[in-house]
C-alpha cells in the first residue's frame, strides 16, 4: 500500500498544469480513501492550501461561489482548498446584525461513508471546545443540496511559522508563542480530544498575536480510539505525523506531542529533524525510528538571521536543554516523550526562566549550575549585606588601629563583591526582589560608617564605592531599578562627599569621582533640573576626557574608562535636549545634536560599539524633536533610521549576551523604533509595538519589584494603544491605555522626580481621551483630559506649551 501510495503521490506531482489531478486519479486509482490520502500528500508537499483556508489559496484558476445555503450562512468568497474540504468567508445577515465566519464545507465527493462520518465528528468535537487559542465553533449542519459544513469564527492572522520569520522573532518570543499553542492542546487533552494533525498551517497567529488553534478535522475522542478501525485512508500530514502514526498504529496524545516536537524544532532551527521532508524514503525511515539531527547541527545563516541571531550564537542557545526537550518530545517511543502536553511546556517555561528541565539528566553538577545562574545575585547580596552589617559591629567595637585594619578589609572587599559580584548579578532575572529587602540594612551599616567620618582616603573610597553601587540598585535611570530617585541621589551625594578632597588621589578614585557625578546629573536630568545637570556634567567631561587618555585600560564598574567618555557626552546631550523641549527652542536641540554626535564620533574613534547604539537612539530623540518643531518630515525620517539602527545594536548585544539588563534595553528601543514608524507611516509598526511590549513584560515578569521596570511596560501599552487608537483599531487601543494607565500610580504630592511619571500619565490620558472622541463618548474624553491638565500642572514637570497643547483640545471638545 506505501508503495502504491508513492508512486501516485510522484506521477500526480509531475502532471502537466493542464491536466486535472483530482479527474486523473480517478481514471488511474478506484480507492476513494487512497485518493484522498494521495490529495492531502499533495497538499502538504506544496504547501499552498491549507484545510482551515485561512492562509493560502489555490494557484489553479478561481473556484466559483456556490449558490446553496448552508444554514444562514452565505459564501462570499473563496479562502482556501483541500483535499476533503473548501473554505470560504461567509456572512450571516438578521436583520441589521451582520456576522463574517469560516464556512467549511464538505467536498461533494467525499460527502457520505467514512469521510463524511469524521466531518460530523470534527463538528461534535469542536462544539465541546472552548479556550481563548482555540478557534471558536460557531454552527454546523447540512447545506441545501446536502453537503455537510461547519461555521467557525474567522481568524484574520497569520500562519505560526511565517508569522515568527516575517517579525525575526527570538528564541525566547517564540517559544512564548508555542506556549500558547500548548494551552489549547493540553485543554484539548483534558477534554479527552487528541488534534493529531498539529502542524504551523493549523496555528494562526491574530492580529493581538494570540495564537489560534484550527481545524480537529482529524481530532479523535480518547475514549472511542480503542474501538476504531484503522483504516487506509490515515488523513494526515506526513511531515508532522508520529512514526506510531505512519505505520497506521492507534494515536493518543503521544502523537501529539511528537508534532508539537517537530514544530518545535522548525521554529528553533528552520529545518526539518529527518532530512528532505519532501521524501517518501525520510517517512519511511521515521516509522522504522529515525533518530533526529541535533538541532545546532543543522543551523543555517539564513536561519540565524531569521531568529535575529548569528550561526554560532544560535547553535550555542540550541544546545543543552532545548536539544534536550526537542529530542524528548521526538523519542521515538511514545513511551519515552513527555508524558503530557503540560509537562513539555513546563520545560519550556523552564529553560525561560532559567531554572533547571526535567528533560535532562539531574545531576547535582547541573542542578547547582542552574541555580547559581539564576541566583547569583540573591547569593552575592545576601553576603554583600551580611558583611556591611559585620563590618558595621566590627567597626564601632575595637580601636583605632583595628578600626583601620578592618575598613581596609572593607575596601579590597569592596573591589570584589560591590564592583564586581553587583555588577554582574545585575544582569540576572529576580534579583530586584532581593534588592528591595537588603537595600535599608546596606543604607544603615554603611551610615555607621560615615558617621564616624573615616579620615583614610583608601577607607573612604571604599564606603564612596559602596554608596554609589547602592545609589544604582536604588534609582538608576533606565536601568531595573527599584526607582527610588529621591533615595538615590542622596546616596551619590554622600559618595561624593567621602570623594571631596581625595578624587585626584589616584586614577580608580577619579573613575569613583565620574560615577557619582554622572549619577548625579542622570538624576538631575529626571527630576527637571536640567540646567543643573548640564552644570554638573560639563565639569566631569575634562576629568572623563584625561581618564580615557591616559588610563584606557582602567575598567570603572566593569566599563572601559572611554565608556565614561562618552556616557558624559550623552548625558550633557540629553540635558541639553530637554531644556531645549521646554521652551521649543530649535536651535538648543541642534546644540543637542551636536553635543550626540561628539559622543558617537568618540564612540567610533574608540571602537565602542556598545555604546554606538544607546548614542543612536538619542540622535534619534533629537531629529523627532527637530520634525516636532518645524514640521519638516525630513528629520522624522532621519530619526526612523536612527532608531532602526539603536534597536538593530541592542538586538545584537542581547542576543550575544543575553541578560535581563540587555533585553530591556533591547525592548526600550524597540518601542522607539515602532513609535517612529507609526509618526512616519509605516506598515509594521503595530506589530513591532506589540513585539517589544512583550519583550518588555517578560523582563518585568522576572524582576516585579522593579518600578523602572514597571513604567517601562506601561510605556509599551501607551505607545502600542496610542498608534492603535491613531490607526482606527480603537477598541483595543483603549484596551492597551487603560492597562498603561492601571500601572501608572500618580503620588498624593508630585515630586520634581516624578516627572517621567507624570509626562507618561499625560500622555496615556491624552491619547485616551481622542480614543474615547472617536467613540462619541465625549464627557469620558473630556475627563481624561481634566486629569492630564491636573497632574502636569503641578510643578515644573512639563513645558508650558504642552500644558497649553492640552487645555486648547480641552476647550476644543467642550466647545463640540
Not at 570584589?416 to 530586584?432: C, D, K, Q, W
Request: contains cysteine; neutral net charge; proline residues 4%.
Amino acid at each position: 500500500m506505501i508503495q502504491r501510495l508513492e508512486d501516485l503521490f510522484h506521477r500526480s506531482r509531475e502532471l502537466p498544469g493542464d491536466v486535472d489531478t483530482l479527474e486523473w486519479l480517478k481514471a488511474n486509482c478506484d480507492d476513494t480513501a487512497l485518493r484522498a490520502e494521495v490529495l492531502l500528500l499533495l497538499k502538504a508537499h506544496a504547501n499552498a492550501s491549507l484545510q482551515d483556508g485561512h492562509a493560502a489559496k489555490r494557484q489553479s484558476a478561481p473556484e466559483a461561489i456556490p449558490d446553496g445555503t448552508f444554514g444562514p450562512y452565505r459564501p462570499v468568497a473563496l479562502l482556501g482548498r483541500g483535499g476533503m474540504s473548501t473554505v470560504y468567508r461567509a456572512v450571516r445577515r438578521v436583520g441589521s446584525f451582520e456576522q463574517t465566519v469560516a464556512l467549511k464545507v464538505m467536498a461533494p465527493f467525499l460527502a457520505e461513508g467514512e469521510f463524511r462520518r469524521r466531518f460530523e465528528t470534527e463538528i461534535r468535537l469542536l462544539a465541546q471546545l472552548q479556550h481563548p487559542n482555540i478557534a471558536r465553533f460557531l454552527d454546523g449542519g447540512i447545506s441545501s443540496s446536502g453537503q455537510p459544513y461547519l461555521a467557525t469564527e474567522l481568524i484574520e492572522g497569520e500562519r505560526f511559522d511565517t508569522y515568527c520569520d516575517h517579525r525575526n522573532l527570538s528564541i525566547g518570543a517564540r517559544i512564548r508563542l508555542l506556549l500558547q499553542v500548548s494551552e489549547a492542546v493540553d485543554y484539548a487533552h483534558r477534554n479527552l480530544i487528541v488534534h493529531r494533525d498539529l502542524k504551523p498551517a493549523n496555528i494562526l497567529i491574530d492580529g493581538q498575536g494570540v495564537a489560534k488553534l484550527l481545524d480537529f478535522g482529524m481530532a479523535t475522542m480518547l475514549a472511542s480510539e480503542a474501538q476504531q478501525t484503522v483504516t487506509r485512508a490515515r488523513m494526515l500530514t506526513p511531515r508532522y505525523a508520529s512514526p506510531e502514526q505512519l505505520r497506521g498504529e492507534r494515536a493518543g496524545t503521544a502523537a501529539d506531542i511528537f508534532s508539537m516536537g517537530v514544530i518545535l524544532y522548525e521554529l528553533l532551527t528552520g529545518a526539518w529533524p529527518y532530512g528532505d521532508p519532501a521524501s517518501m524514503a525520510a517517512g519511511l525511515e521515521r516509522a522504522a525510528g529515525a533518530e533526529p539531527a541535533p538541532p545546532q547541527a543543522v543551523v543555517t545563516p539564513e536561519a540565524a538571521a531569521a531568529r535575529g541571531a548569528e550561526p554560532r550564537q544560535l547553535a550555542r542557545m540550541l544546545k543543552g536543554d532545548l536539544t534536550a526537550i526537542v529530542l524528548k518530545a521526538l523519542d521515538h517511543d511514545p513511551a519515552r516523550r513527555y508524558a503530557t502536553v503540560r509537562e513539555m511546556a513546563a520545560d519550556l517555561d523552564r529553560y525561560l526562566q532559567g531554572q533547571p528541565v526535567s528533560a535532562r539528566r539531574q545531576s547535582f553538577s547541573y542542578r547547582a549550575a542552574r541555580f547559581l545562574q539564576r541566583n547569583r545575585r540573591r547569593v552575592a547580596a545576601a553576603a554583600t549585606a551580611a558583611f556591611l552589617i559585620g563590618a558595621a559591629g566590627i567597626y564601632s567595637g575595637v580601636q583605632h588601629e583595628r578600626e583601620q585594619r578592618r575598613l581596609a578589609q572593607l575596601r579590597n572587599l569592596d573591589q570584589t563583591f560591590l564592583n564586581e559580584v553587583y555588577h554582574e548579578v545585575s544582569r540576572l532575572p529576580g534579583a530586584s526582589r532581593v534588592s528591595l529587602m537588603i537595600a535599608e540594612r546596606v543604607k544603615n551599616s554603611l551610615d555607621a560608617l560615615f558617621a564616624e567620618s573615616p579620615s583614610d582616603p583608601k577607607t573612604r573610597a571604599a564606603l564612596a564605592a559602596a554608596y554609589i553601587q547602592l545609589a544604582e540598585i536604588q534609582g538608576e535611570p533606565f536601568h531595573i531599578s527599584l526607582g527610588d530617585s529621591g533615595a538615590a541621589i542622596e546616596n551619590y551625594g554622600r559618595a561624593a562627599a567621602l570623594l571631596d578632597g581625595i578624587q585626584s588621589s589616584s586614577d580608580e578614585t577619579k573613575g569613583l569621582w565620574l560615577r557619582s557625578q554622572l549619577g548625579i546629573a542622570g538624576l538631575k536630568v529626571r527630576s527637571g533640573a536640567y540646567s543643573d545637570a548640564a552644570a554638573i556634567v560639563a565639569g566631569a567631561i575634562e576629568v572623563a576626557r584625561r581618564l580615557a587618555a591616559a588610563a584606557p585600560k582602567l575598567e570603572i564598574n566593569g566599563q572601559p574608562s572611554a565608556y565614561w567618555h562618552v556616557r558624559a557626552y550623552v548625558l550633557l546631550g540629553h540635558a541639553q535636549l530637554r531644556g531645549a523641549d521646554v521652551t521649543r527652542d530649535v536651535q538648543g536641540v541642534r546644540r543637542a545634536l551636536q553635543t550626540f554626535e561628539t559622543a558617537l564620533a568618540i564612540s567610533t574613534e574608540t571602537s565602542l560599539a556598545a555604546t554606538s547604539g544607546s548614542v543612536q537612539q538619542y540622535i534619534a530623540y533629537a531629529y523627532q524633536l527637530l520634525g516636532d518643531f518645524t514640521g519638516e518630515a525630513q528629520y522624522q525620517e532621519k530619526a526612523l533610521e536612527a532608531h532602526r539602527s539603536a534597536m538593530e545594536s541592542a538586538r545584537a548585544d542581547y542576543l550575544s549576551k543575553p541578560t535581563p539588563q540587555r533585553q530591556r534595553d533591547y525592548a526600550d528601543r524597540l518601542i522607539d523604533y515602532g513609535w517612529a514608524q507609526h509618526v512616519c507611516h509605516r506598515s509594521g509598526a503595530i506589530p513591532t509595538l506589540r513585539d517589544a511590549l512583550e519583550e518588555m513584560k517578560a523582563v518585568a515578569g522576572s524582576n516585579p519589584q522593579s518600578e523602572e521596570l514597571r513604567l517601562d511596560v506601561a510605556n509599551g501599552y501607551a505607545r502600542l494603544g496610542a498608534a492603535e487608537v491613531a490607526t482606527n483599531r480603537v477598541r483595543p487601543g483603549l484596551t492597551h491605555l487603560r492597562q498603561a494607565r492601571e500601572a501608572i500610580h500618580l503620588p498624593a504630592s508630585i515630586r520634581p522626580s516624578d516627572r517621567e511619571l507624570v509626562v507618561l500619565f499625560a500622555r496615556v490620558q491624552e491619547s485616551l481621551a481622542a480614543g474615547l472622541k472617536r467613540q462619541g463618548a465625549l464627557f469620558e474624553a473630556s475627563r481624561a483630559l481634566d486629569q492630564a491638565i491636573a497632574a502636569v500642572e503641578v510643578g515644573p514637570s512639563v513645558p508650558g506649551w504642552r500644558i497649553a497643547q492640552l487645555r486648547e483640545e480641552k476647550a476644543a471638545l467642550s466647545a463640540r
